[in-house]
DNA sequence: GCGTAAGCACACTGAGCGGTGTACGTAGCA
DNA sequence: TGCTACGTACACCGCTCAGTGTGCTTACGC
């Protein structure tokens, strides 16, 4: 029997599992709560046997810290490495790429020890994501960049966190209120 | 042994337990997390004994349920009824009045069952605080009040789960935005 | 072809969880 | 004084969880 990659139901999927495992815990943390989500299920869910998971990762702490930054690459460039767009159409766009639950919030109020490494990573990319901002803010001749990136970062945070609640999309409402400080912030003489 | 009352270590502590636990865990669900927090801890923290915990709720799905309704008489009043203030103070006065984590946020992002008692109480308690703000906007001569009365409502969220994450206070850029917005959407003539 | 590294299967442990059963103590009211 | 409602003490159950031990299988590079 040498047939790998059975598919779903088949056990047997062979090598690539920590991508596995990552794309399975992006998934189930995100419907189920990180501490929702038991080792086991996401052992079957990534079609991995646990001795492997345990292998890769040092323990769920250190799963939970791995997925955290696992988002690093997804979202923070994505947006501002666009050059297609003009600086004030990129701090829009971002309202546009969105994740229904903050995976960083979702860390934050999950996890209730502030010195876990997962918080200390959350806090420093919300931190790195509000600067990003400040810069593009920067960009597009905003008087005041760093308390526009500010102001942004925290648009984005309610909107996540109030879709969470309210179970519809409040993302549209904070694109909104973004555009009336971006246009307030940005001097109609600078403004492309 | 006649002594009631016998302090923080000795047990015993006698009438009055529905009041003590749902003190305890207003401040243990907030510091640990609702899932962080065990029932046996509760009890511990509370001075009640378990089997008093359970003639009170059914279940801790009923007492988180208990544990969110206190907040009502907590937040909502409080600023919506003081008479002291402007209609457009009281609608500023509210981001004064915040809670460190909010616990209809908390509820939401620690129970993944959206159909929860909780999840449900969370979902509408934040709709009826978005109306109660729309009204005050209203009384304070908005125009298109209910959208004003959203958009403070996901200020409020957003600095709430930003607090959270971190650690900072994030109200005070709240506020700055929701006065903008506020003055905006308040025709000078009306404004007192 | 063979060694090695990666992965698998599965049983297991110890701890903590939510929740219960039982018997006892005590305060307040009639 | 004696009844009743509230509270206590503590052992206990079944379950789930994170994490481990052991032995086997498979794929890939030399």
Redesign the pocket.
């Known amino acids: ?4 990659e059975k598919g779903p139901q ?9 991508e596995r495992i990552l794309t399975a815990s992006q998934k189930l943390f995100r419907d189920q709560g990180i ?8 052992c079957a869910a990534a ?17 939970i810290t791995e997925h955290l930054h696992r988002f690093d690459p997804d979202i923070l460039p994505e947006v501002f490495d666009r050059t297609d767009l003009t600086p004030r159409e990129r701090l829009l766009a971002v309202f546009d790429v969105h994740a229904p639950l903050c995976p960083f919030i979702q860390a934050a109020v999950e996890i209730s020890d502030p010195s876990h490494p997962a918080r200390t990573y959350a806090r420093d990319y919300k931190k790195a994501f509000a600067t990003r901002l400040a810069d593009a803010a920067r960009e597009a001749g905003a008087d005041n960049p760093d308390r526009l990136g500010e102001q942004l970062a925290l648009l984005l945070d309610g909107a996540a966190a109030r879709t969470r609640v309210l179970g519809t999309d409040a993302f549209a409402t904070a694109a909104e209120i973004a555009t009336a400080l971006i246009d307030a912030a940005i001097p109609a003489t600078v403004r492309d």
């Open positions: 029997m040498t047939e790998l088949g056990r047997r999927r062979g090598r690539g599992a920590r501490n929702g989500t038991g080792m086991d299920q996401l079609e991995v046997s646990k001795r492997t998971l345990y292998q890769h990762f040092a323990g769920k702490d250190d799963l």
